[in-house]
């Protein structure tokens, strides 16, 4: 239908949008945060400086309830009181008018530890040097375990039996930084009998719970200020801000304002988990895989936040878009010494995508195989069982994906080509496929049993509706793409619908902006709500509905036995890419991207060529540029833009992308889930591509040209299968 010319983030767009840094306050006070200065240590005193007036210090002693930043499990306190767990963790905040006040102070701040030797890896974990990090009165082998998880299916010992050839290896990927636009800040105030916390956030549900657990009160309210970009990063270190700023607010009744510099942001917020994938895998005579074996273990940080749930993501998708029949999975959450990791765009599955893919490709060129062809011979059908028992949803057109793509990209004729060309050339092309999934939603049954999402349509006597759900635009285009599923329900004009401010005060909890969740799930409430709203619609009078969520039938899991549907639904990709190398710098130019979608339906297909594009960059910069390594003490080497290097416009060709319409049935008109989908498949891609530019395997990303250069001309196969805490501690 016409949907108008609608000014769709125009205040963005014209430089009038107030983030939080923009906004004014009277009486204003500013906030920094006291760090730790060691990732690893018992705090035994805290000497503080003399105040002037109108400046104060707070820090555990001060909280009026909980000490515990509520996530998954409480095990991450506001403000470290007897120990620290890693470089930067928050100790103590600092408030009063001038920041440069607040940073003298700072200085003379004197925090007497007793050191202890750190974690930074899985490995050292495991080995419990000066006991257990966390954990510590379980038997040895759960010590500095957050979660752990086994899954098999089939028959792994039946499926090896018939194995005629047996490859095994270790891959793994690296830290991964966000980068969004706005750094992280909050505003905190009291109002009406309430603290108000305004924040640049995803979830201000998430926020509201947790500083009610902090002041022991339910007298707060959260607002989701305008937020330049999030991918994941502002899911849970919202909380990590609001949880200390909050106890502030409370005690001194005034406006105060905490906003991280970039330098920090880097230094000390959630990053995209490491994980090290081990895979051992048996193929048959007649070149199918019979049977796989694959354990990963996941670099939490220091406190679990989000980590159970990117493992169980990680476990779900680790066979990815194939079909093996005997398969067994290990896969453990390490405590370590470094910054917590957290949500990222993919929660997980990037890095399972780059595992399989890699290891795929390793074993067809050793059986020499075309890897393609090797893929498409294992992919799912539409009759397939799924990793976790369950039978397919709708129809699977992976096929049809793969001719389409191999087509448009000329792959197979190009790879021909480039087996040909001559290795001693100053430039080497190469071409890469990477096919990938995502599981739409909360993993499992979470979404029926912890989120029961609300949402609520409001109709003012003007016949003009406002959505009211929790789930906000970061960046995505939220605010277009829900205002445009009720507008179609309803068959009403575009600007008859807006998007209510997420504010808790106001709209009830629709769930976190998170996993793609905010189409298939909320959007798909929201259409509901819409035609309900069409069947009593009253011209002139004011009115308003609830819809609230309830899992489809065929939706079955067991959360015990991580058996039947791991995602109420799931989407598919395929990226290719082709690049030429510079064989004497490292250096590669990508001169080639192409990408195909299966999201269901698309309902904008502006809004989801952003998502493709920017999905695909940040994914290809997380295989190819993003370098993030740790010194000798826990930090990171990388502290700001000019050392933390991310693709730019100059760095891609046009994306040549396409999706094919399939329709799901519980999606609002027929959509899955797409924003996160993008990123899962770039790096694997860009590294098969640099593979086959260099004919030599690469077991780990980011495929710098440094790693080129080493497998080229120095260290041979060290550096392409060095993680990056390994490439950390070389430097």
Not at 194 to 204: A, D, F, L
Not at 547 to 567: I, L, V
Request: glycine residues 8%.
């Amino acid at each position: 239908m016409d949907r108008g010319n609608i000014p769709f983030k125009w205040q963005e767009a014209t430089g009038r949008a107030q983030f939080i840094s923009d906004r004014h306050f009277d009486n204003l006070l500013e906030a920094r945060l006291f760090r730790s200065t060691c990732a690893r240590a018992k705090i035994i005193d805290i000497k503080l400086p003399k105040l002037p007036a109108g400046y104060f210090i707070f820090g555990a002693k001060d909280i009026p309830g909980k000490n515990e930043l509520l996530m998954v499990q409480s095990d991450w306190p506001v403000f470290a009181d007897s120990e620290v767990r890693y470089f930067g963790e928050i100790i103590l905040l600092l408030v009063g008018p001038e920041l440069k006040v607040l940073d003298s102070l700072a200085k003379l701040i004197r925090i007497e530890y007793q050191r202890l030797t750190p974690a930074f890896t899985p490995q050292e974990s495991q080995r419990l040097i000066q006991g257990a990090i966390h954990n510590k009165n379980a038997i040895d082998e759960q010590k500095n375990v957050f979660d752990s998880h086994k899954l098999n299916k089939g028959d792994i010992e039946a499926g090896f039996a018939q194995a005629e050839h047996i490859f095994e290896e270790a891959i793994s990927t690296g830290y991964q930084e966000h980068v969004y636009l706005e750094t992280q800040g909050i505003v905190g105030y009291p109002k009406n009998g309430k603290i108000v916390i305004e924040g640049s956030m995803q979830c201000p549900w998430y926020v509201h719970h947790c500083i009610s657990a902090v002041l022991g009160s339910e007298d707060v309210r959260v607002i989701q200020a305008p937020t330049g970009g999030a991918f994941g990063g502002k899911e849970d270190y919202p909380d990590v801000l609001a949880g200390a700023l909050c106890v502030a607010v409370q005690r001194l009744k005034q406006p105060i304002r905490l906003v991280l510099s970039r330098s920090e942001d880097m230094a000390f917020t959630p990053k995209r988990h490491p994980i090290n994938f081990h895979y051992r895998t048996g193929v048959d005579s007649q070149g199918k895989i019979v049977a796989m074996d694959v354990k990963i273990d996941i670099n939490a940080g220091a406190y679990l936040s989000l980590s159970g749930i990117v493992l169980q993501r990680a476990i779900t998708s680790c066979t990815n878009v194939y079909d093996i029949a005997n398969v067994a999975v290990e896969a453990t959450a390490w405590a370590t010494n470094t910054v917590p990791c957290g949500a990222f765009r993919g929660f997980g599955s990037p890095q399972t995508c780059f595992g399989i893919e890699t290891h795929l490709n390793h074993i067809a060129n050793k059986l020499g195989l075309d890897a393609a062809e090797f893929k498409r011979a294992h992919l799912l059908t539409t009759q397939s069982k799924t990793l976790t028992g369950a039978d397919i949803f709708g129809d699977l057109v992976l096929e049809k994906m793969y001719a389409e793509i191999c087509k448009t990209s000329d792959y197979h004729a190009k790879v021909q080509a480039y087996r040909q060309q001559v290795r001693t050339a100053d430039k080497l092309s190469g071409i890469g496929m990477a096919l990938f999934q995502h599981g739409c939603g909360f993993a499992g049954d979470l979404e029926a049993t912890l989120v029961k999402a609300v949402v609520r349509l409001v109709k003012d006597a003007n016949d003009k509706i406002e959505i009211q759900v929790s789930n906000t635009d970061i960046g995505q285009g939220l605010s277009l793409t829900f205002c445009q599923i009720v507008a179609d329900a309803l068959q009403c004009h575009l600007s008859s619908v807006r998007l209510g401010v997420a504010d808790t005060e106001h709209v009830p909890d629709s769930g976190p902006t998170v996993a793609s969740r905010s189409i298939v799930i909320v959007g798909y409430l929201l259409e509901r709500a819409a035609k309900k709203l069409a069947d009593i619609w009253l011209t002139g009078t004011a009115q308003n509905v609830e819809e609230r969520y309830s899992k489809p039938d065929y939706h079955q899991w067991d959360q015990q036995t991580f058996k039947g549907n791991a995602y109420q639904t799931t989407s598919y990709g395929i990226n290719v890419v082709e690049l030429e190398v510079d064989s004497a710098t490292g250096v590669s130019e990508i001169t080639g991207l192409w990408a195909i979608y299966d999201v269901g339906h698309v309902i904008d297909e502006a809004v989801f060529k952003g998502q493709i594009d920017g999905g695909f960059v940040q994914a290809l910069g997380y295989g190819g540029l993003e370098v993030m390594t740790l010194d000798n003490e826990g930090r990171f080497q990388q502290t700001n833009m000019a050392d933390y290097v991310i693709p730019t416009a100059l760095d891609v060709p046009e994306i040549h992308s396409s999706v094919v319409d399939n329709p799901y049935q519980y999606g609002p008109q027929g959509a899955k889930g797409g924003g996160e989908l993008t990123h899962n498949g770039g790096a694997a891609a860009y590294c098969a591509a640099i593979e086959c530019a260099i004919n030599h395997p690469i077991n780990a990303i980011p495929v710098t040209p440094e790693v080129v250069c080493s497998i080229l001309y120095g260290k041979g196969d060290d550096l392409a299968s060095m993680t990056q805490e390994e490439q950390g501690n070389e430097d």
